[in-house]
């Protein structure tokens, strides 16, 4: 499994970012894939999550009505459309699957943003003005 982010970068308050996240090597119907962040000093959380299995998405309270969640299954991307960013969304974003999920994809990126099995490389939002 690889996965690479990109769409990364400075941008100022109230702006908006698309984070791509190119994959190889897993099945978009039955793995978990998922976006999480850390921010510097923090510890990883869990930014949204879905499973096309069961229809199932997850977005974390801070983010929800604003980031978006998305796939290209053909193309094997994943994307994260963030808008009305703010400065606390600063942070590495990182893509990640979790092939054959045991849990909800709520459970397991709430509770247990660690546990994935496979993760990118981790790209830089930088919100600031």
């Known amino acids: 499994v690889q996965l690479v982010e990109s769409g990364g970068g400075l941008v100022q308050p109230g702006g908006s970012l698309r984070l791509s996240c190119a994959t190889s090597?897993?099945?978009?119907?039955?793995?978990?894939i998922g976006w999480f962040r850390q921010a510097p000093g923090k510890n990883r959380e869990g930014v949204s999550c879905?499973?096309?299995?069961?229809?199932?998405?997850w977005y974390s309270d801070s983010v929800k009505g604003r980031f978006t969640i998305s796939t290209d299954n053909a193309r094997k991307m994943v994307y994260l459309q963030m808008n009305d960013l703010k400065p606390e969304d600063t942070g590495v974003y990182f893509c990640?699957?979790?092939?054959?999920?045991?849990?909800?994809?709520?459970?397991?990126?709430?509770?247990?943003?660690?546990?994935?099995?496979?993760w990118g490389k981790g790209i830089l939002v930088n919100v600031s003005s």
């Open positions: 990640a699957v979790q092939p054959d999920p045991r849990v909800t994809v709520g459970t397991m990126c709430s509770l247990y943003p660690n546990s994935l099995d496979y």
């Open positions: 090597g897993f099945s978009f119907n039955d793995d978990a």
């Open positions: 879905m499973l096309h299995r069961y229809g199932e998405f």
